[in-house]
């Protein structure tokens, strides 16, 4: 009855509800996920806002990745948590209305994060070939209109589906894996003219300062390959051989919890990773708990009725 009105292929459906038991364990961590991203992520996002130390254009990359890890938590993840749970309760109504709309969010800001990470590749390579050109070439407003451009490919990318799902399958797969072949690219070509050059000390060119950053860069890529490959593999081998049996379905939702799990990783990573950052989110903490605290104690004590001693106690 739902084949000619719902937005996803039915049999999908059909095929998945096979395994009710493991998508309510989907749903349940898909929801505390969300709630840790969409926490975590805003504590980022607010404290690039106060990071005075940190390079403009290192404030935008770290912001367009916080900020698609945040719509992952607000968005993504409760659609797929909908998605899971009409699975779960055996609901093909639920099923067609979240389908579609989940599949494109997710999409779409996983198309983003990946952008997002080979230009930050990009700017790290820039960063040691242009040396004292750097903060003249790589201003904020060229990272701005390239994110901007990532956004809008990644959006086109998205909607093609409009035009044909395969269109969009197959163009999505092409940007995912030109945007890891790229940053595998630069970063690999960092690491050996490091190693060849061995740059000196020099008062506006930090070597230590430099390697710390782009180590730390390399373990958010390091993080991001270990949660999205195992999806992008599920992606391809069901793509080459069909969205119909059930082990490439399900693989597909283990793989896209995992996948989507990562951004509420990257918030520990940053704070871990970069001091500035980690500063500016405890001052945020220690501020927002001292506020909590200040408000509950007026809540509480605006409830408590002072005694009157003056009057007595009446008996009652």
Same mark, same amino acid.
């Given at each position: 009855?739902?084949?000619?009105?719902?937005?996803?292929?039915?049999?999908?459906? &059909?095929?998945?509800?096979?395994?009710?038991?493991?998508?309510?364990?989907?749903?349940?961590?898909?929801?505390?996920?969300?709630?840790?991203?969409?926490?975590?992520?805003?504590?980022?996002?607010?404290?690039?806002?106060?990071?005075?130390?940190?390079?403009?254009?290192?404030?935008?990359?770290?912001?367009?990745?916080?900020?698609?890890?945040?719509?992952?938590?607000?968005?993504?993840?409760?659609?797929?948590?909908?998605?899971?749970?009409? &699975?779960?309760?055996?609901?093909?109504?639920?099923?067609?209305?979240?389908?579609?709309?989940?599949?494109?969010?997710?999409?779409?800001?996983?198309?983003?994060?990946?952008?997002?990470?080979?230009?930050?590749?990009?700017?790290?390579?820039?960063?040691?070939?242009?040396?004292?050109?750097?903060?003249?070439?790589?201003?904020?407003?060229?990272?701005?209109? *390239?994110?901007?451009?990532?956004?809008?490919?990644?959006?086109?990318?998205?909607?093609?589906?409009?035009?044909?799902?395969?269109?969009?399958?197959?163009?999505?797969?092409?940007?995912?894996?030109?945007?890891?072949?790229?940053?595998?690219?630069?970063?690999?070509?960092?690491?050996?003219?490091?190693?060849?050059?061995?740059?000196?000390?020099?008062?506006?060119?930090?070597?230590?300062?430099?390697?710390?950053?782009?180590?730390?860069?390399?373990?958010?890529?390091?993080?991001?390959?270990?949660?999205?490959?195992?999806?992008?593999?599920?992606?391809?081998?069901?793509?080459?051989?069909?969205?119909?049996?059930?082990?490439?379905?399900?693989?597909?939702? *283990?793989?896209?919890?995992?996948?989507?799990?990562?951004?509420?990783?990257?918030?520990?990573?940053?704070?871990?990773?970069?001091?500035?950052?980690?500063?500016?989110?405890?001052?945020?903490?220690?501020?927002?708990?001292?506020?909590?605290?200040?408000?509950?104690?007026?809540?509480?004590?605006?409830?408590?009725?002072?005694?009157?001693?003056?009057?007595?106690?009446?008996?009652?």
């Amino acid at each position: 009855m739902y084949n000619g009105s719902c937005t996803l292929d039915i049999s999908i459906f &059909i095929s998945l509800s096979q395994a009710p038991f493991a998508y309510h364990f989907l749903s349940i961590g898909n929801l505390l996920c969300s709630l840790t991203a969409i926490t975590g992520n805003a504590i980022i996002l607010l404290a690039l806002r106060r990071c005075s130390s940190l390079h403009p254009s290192s404030k935008a990359l770290f912001s367009s990745l916080a900020l698609s890890d945040f719509g992952v938590g607000l968005v993504a993840q409760p659609l797929f948590a909908a998605y899971t749970f009409a &699975i779960a309760w055996d609901n093909p109504r639920l099923f067609c209305i979240i389908g579609l709309p989940y599949s494109l969010f997710s999409s779409f800001l996983g198309l983003v994060s990946f952008c997002t990470i080979s230009v930050v590749a990009l700017d790290r390579h820039l960063a040691l070939i242009l040396r004292f050109r750097y903060r003249k070439i790589v201003t904020v407003k060229r990272i701005t209109l *390239i994110l901007m451009v990532a956004w809008f490919l990644s959006a086109f990318f998205t909607v093609s589906r409009i035009f044909s799902i395969n269109l969009r399958r197959i163009a999505s797969n092409l940007m995912l894996v030109s945007c890891l072949l790229l940053a595998l690219f630069f970063y690999l070509k960092t690491y050996i003219n490091l190693r060849q050059h061995k740059l000196r000390m020099e008062s506006s060119f930090s070597v230590f300062y430099y390697r710390k950053s782009t180590n730390s860069m390399f373990i958010v890529f390091c993080l991001f390959l270990s949660t999205y490959l195992p999806f992008v593999f599920a992606l391809v081998v069901a793509t080459a051989f069909g969205f119909s049996s059930f082990p490439q379905l399900f693989a597909l939702d *283990i793989t896209s919890f995992l996948a989507l799990l990562n951004s509420s990783l990257n918030p520990v990573v940053y704070c871990w990773r970069i001091k500035e950052i980690q500063r500016e989110a405890k001052h945020l903490i220690r501020n927002s708990h001292s506020c909590y605290s200040i408000i509950l104690g007026r809540f509480f004590q605006s409830r408590v009725m002072p005694l009157n001693t003056s009057q007595g106690v009446q008996p009652v």
